[in-house]
């Protein structure tokens, strides 16, 4: 399926372009806000070619494509206005709030920045081989001008976080990089690298060095975004356009610099302490929690609110000991799935076990999580486990990350610090950890698609041979011209619950009701709304027009039958006004019930999408004993 043709399917199945607030994306997930989620077909988006998972997290509704994903996001934005950010959005029918509003948030921020950190992170970690190895000097202009380009991400983090967050937060992300701008532009960084007493007009400000920080910008941007949205209400529309920035300027800045600033690095450093602190009261069981939880985070999405961390940590101390242990998760879930595609005997699932692994050593997990190792469990079992093992020993091995990135196999050298401390430690730790999950995957087994199918075949076999034996079969032409409706789906539990008996319905396009078989009309409604009839085999159909369509007396029904006529298949049984129901604010979902579904052994559907009249619409198979006298 082309690129293309999936994002239109994706957008007409998450409700429409109207139905989205916003869309961002991040390693593999389409991540949309959306007005309703409800309007949303989940079950089809599951079933669509090209989607691994959908998943409701943190307010967002999750489309996982894997690593196609920035081509289906270019794709809905040539398609749709959905990533037009002047278009005018209204807002979510509801909002994530608590946690899950915090990881929308803080996933919304980051997930747009993840692919350039990563290879800036890459690069990084490849010029810390190349000096420390001796193949670069620190000192040589060739080294300095590759550091810049792998650094400046970094140092002017928060810069890009002000444009991310300004998005969230629908302000002015001009103003918001202004006022980012301002917390590392050169005058302060002077005053701050000097020890220069400063105030703002008496009022002392403690400057911190804000470079490569993340908490203290979206503290402002989000308080600005605020306050732009109040001025923009109170000033005139002749003036707003430039006095709205020239207020924000003057009040943020200060603001940032006196509260929001110190505020931030305060509660990140005391962050980035307690974990540190962790790690260091037992890196060994650190390491172990971490390597097993990772990718249960990720999972619920709740991975987000430690990004924050580990960036805070490498910007503070120059490295961080937390993320290097959440590697070992990622390569336990490759193993897992690297064991499924040996222990397995479907093809299918072997090919795309196969596929998955390989991704996943790259750090994109998903297809191998969600296409294979959760929907089989064990598998997924066996990779926490590794994950433990594996987290343990890097833990304990003291391993350091000096830059940031998705942990994978090309993001392996970001772990190579000054003498490569450490780092032999992670190489042992993700191999046992690949290792144990693919050992402990073909070790415990899972249910096998193979089997399953196997026992499919031997069920039909018995079906078809019943079916051979069965004295009378009754095929079902369409009384309607429509669309097919899963009778789960009739607004009405009468119907939908089965309770009535197995059947299907029908969205008709044209207002006639014929015969389905040969048979007796048994019940004519006086209401006119509903029909029953009997073939002469012994099957018993309802056919109902709409849902509480009694309650229109009969109005905009015209009824050709009476109780005990005998009708051929193809008779005009019954006319009704579409238009005209649907006005009366009623239903005209029509469903076709076998009320005697019990005296069959199936009740089988024969088509989907559209149907005409006197098409085939169902078969009930093993009815005996049912003709009539």
């Not at 940031?404 to 050298?413: K, V």
Request: proline content about 5%.
């Amino acid at each position: 399926m082309s690129q293309e043709k999936l994002a239109k399917e994706i957008v007409e199945l998450v409700g429409g372009e109207k139905n989205v607030v916003s869309l961002v994306h991040c390693a593999t997930r389409l991540r949309f806000v959306l007005k309703d989620d409800a309007k949303a077909d989940k079950a089809k988006l599951e079933k669509t070619e090209g989607i691994i998972a959908v998943k409701e997290n943190g307010g967002q509704f999750q489309v996982v494509v894997g690593n196609k994903v920035p081509e289906v996001y270019s794709a809905i934005g040539q398609i749709s206005n959905i990533l037009d950010d002047s278009s005018e959005k209204e807002k979510p029918s509801k909002s994530a709030k608590g946690i899950g509003g915090i990881i929308d948030v803080i996933s919304s921020i980051f997930a747009p920045l993840l692919g350039v950190m990563a290879g800036a992170g890459i690069l990084k970690g490849l010029l810390l081989i190349a000096s420390n190895v001796g193949w670069l000097e620190t000192t040589e202009t060739t080294y300095k001008i590759l550091f810049a380009a792998a650094d400046s991400l970094f140092y002017f983090l928060p810069l890009l976080l002000a444009v991310t967050t300004a998005r969230k937060f629908k302000g002015n992300m001009f103003v918001a990089m202004t006022i980012a701008g301002a917390l590392i532009y050169p005058s302060i960084v002077t005053l701050k690298a000097e020890g220069t007493p400063t105030d703002f007009f008496g009022i002392p400000v403690i400057l911190m060095n804000y470079s490569s920080t993340v908490i203290p910008i979206i503290l402002a941007v989000i308080v600005m975004s605020k306050l732009e949205k109040f001025f923009n209400k109170v000033l005139h529309e002749s003036v707003k356009n430039f006095v709205t920035p020239l207020f924000l300027l003057v009040i943020m800045v200060p603001l940032t610099l006196l509260v929001f600033g110190p505020f931030g690095v305060y509660v990140g450093n005391a962050i980035a302490s307690g974990l540190v602190a962790a790690f260091g009261f037992s890196p060994l069981l650190a390491g172990a929690v971490m390597g097993a939880s990772w990718q249960l985070l990720v999972i619920f999405g709740i991975h987000w609110g430690l990004i924050p961390v580990f960036i805070n940590n490498v910007a503070v101390y120059g490295r961080d000991g937390v993320k290097p242990a959440a590697t070992a998760s990622i390569f336990a879930q490759t193993g897992a799935a690297f064991g499924v595609m040996l222990k397995t005997k479907n093809k299918k699932l072997k090919t795309l076990a196969g596929s998955s692994t390989l991704t996943a050593l790259f750090g994109i997990t998903e297809p191998a999580i969600y296409g294979v190792t959760l929907p089989l469990k064990r598998p997924f079992i066996a990779g926490v486990i590794g994950g433990a093992v594996g987290g343990a020993i890097i833990g304990q091995a003291g391993t350091q990350a000096f830059a940031s990135g998705a942990p994978g196999l090309l993001t392996l050298p970001i772990f190579y610090g000054p003498g490569g401390e450490g780092f032999p430690g992670l190489i042992l730790g993700i191999c046992v950890s690949f290792v144990v999950a693919a050992a402990l995957t073909y070790i415990m087994g899972f249910k096998d698609p193979v089997e399953e199918e196997e026992k499919e075949k031997s069920t039909e076999s018995a079906k078809a041979s019943a079916r051979a034996a069965a004295s009378s079969d009754q095929e079902v032409l369409s009384p309607i011209e429509g669309t097919i409706v899963d009778l789960s789906d009739v607004p009405d539990p009468a119907f939908s619950s089965g309770a009535m008996g197995k059947g299907i319905a029908i969205e008709p396009a044209v207002g006639r009701v014929v015969a389905p078989f040969d048979g007796t009309i048994t019940v004519a409604f006086k209401k006119k709304h509903a029909l029953a009839v009997v073939s002469d085999t012994g099957a018993e159909i309802l056919v109902h027009v709409g849902v509480d369509t009694v309650k229109l007396d009969g109005q905009h029904f015209t009824s050709h039958i009476q109780e005990g006529d005998r009708v051929k298949a193809g008779d005009l049984l019954l006319e009704f006004d579409i238009a005209e129901i649907k006005a009366a604010g009623y239903h005209t979902v029509t469903p076709i019930i076998v009320t005697n579904s019990a005296n069959y052994e199936e009740v089988v559907p024969l088509i989907t999408g559209q149907v005409r009249v006197q098409e085939p619409l169902l078969t009930l198979y093993g009815g005996k004993g049912q003709e009539q006298e």
